[in-house]
T-cell receptor, first 116, second 115 residues
Framework: DAGVTQSPTHLIKTRGQQVTLRCSPK?????VSWYQQALGQGPQFIFQ???????QRGNFPDRFSGHQFPNYSSELNVNALLLGDSALYLC???????????????FGEGSWLTVV | AQSVTQLDSQVPVFEEAPVELRCNYS??????LFWYVQYPNQGLQLLLK??????LVKGINGFEAEFNKSQTSFHLRKPSVHISDTAEYFC?????????????FGKGTRLHILP
């Protein structure tokens, strides 16, 4: 049983460009969350998708957007990249069913984004 | 809003010695508590979690943590560390009143195991 898978693992982009990161949740999971982890910091919540809709959003600008597909996989898009967007982007999946019951959240290995 | 404070950014400890990584959170109301570990160049792995019940929680790799409501703390302990425990450790909270399971992380504590 595959866990959470993310692609690509590493990428380099130029300021002003756009990037799309992809995530496949653990089998049986219906909820996908995205986190940004800057160097030396803890992960910060970007947003969460459930039933193909953005259910909760952290303190990130509209340049950050996402999507969830019917198979529960998800994409994170970042437009107009800034140097400060360089970070590890983590995808997390869980079985939520519309409530927080403390089910374990599983993280992928992340996508390392470097903006130059 | 919930917040998490990890009091030490780095903790050096000799191999086979005990260790405690400290964590405080902003409110004792309606929280689930977690400790995650991140090995170099890897994602996050759940060590243990507190949802309810016994305040002493045992996790993987010999780690345990104690929920202290009065002190709003959730310190992580291990009686004897190994070189393989070298990693970044994150304390985190989630509010069970929310429909979502958004997690708020601390800034992390880097555990250095000295030979």
């Amino acid at each position: 049983d595959a866990g959470v898978t993310q692609s690509p693992t590493h990428l380099i982009k130029t300021r002003g460009q756009q990037v799309t990161l992809r995530c496949s949740p653990k089998s049986g999971h219906d909820t996908v969350s995205w986190y940004q982890q800057a160097l030396g910091q803890g992960p910060q919540f970007i947003f969460q998708y459930y039933e193909e809709e953005e259910r909760q959003r952290g303190n990130f600008p509209d340049r950050f957007s996402g999507h969830q597909f019917p198979n529960y996989s998800s994409e994170l898009n970042v437009n107009a990249l800034l140097l400060g967007d360089s970070a590890l982007y983590l995808c997390a999946s869980s079985l939520n069913r519309g409530e927080n019951s403390g089910n374990t959240i599983y993280f992928g290995e992340g996508s390392w984004l470097t903006v130059v | 809003a919930q917040s998490v404070t990890q009091l030490d950014s780095q903790v050096p400890v000799f191999e086979e010695a005990p260790v405690e990584l400290r964590c405080n959170y902003s409110s004792s109301v309606s929280v689930y508590l977690f400790w995650y570990v991140q090995y170099p160049n890897q994602g996050l792995q759940l060590l243990l979690k507190y949802l309810s019940g016994s305040t002493l929680v045992k996790g993987i790799n010999g780690f345990e943590a104690e929920f202290n409501k009065s002190q709003t703390s959730f310190h992580l302990r291990k009686p004897s560390v190994h070189i393989s425990d070298t990693a970044e450790y994150f304390c985190a909270v989630s509010d069970w009143r929310n429909r979502d399971d958004k997690i708020i992380f601390g800034k992390g504590t880097r555990l250095h195991i000295l030979p």
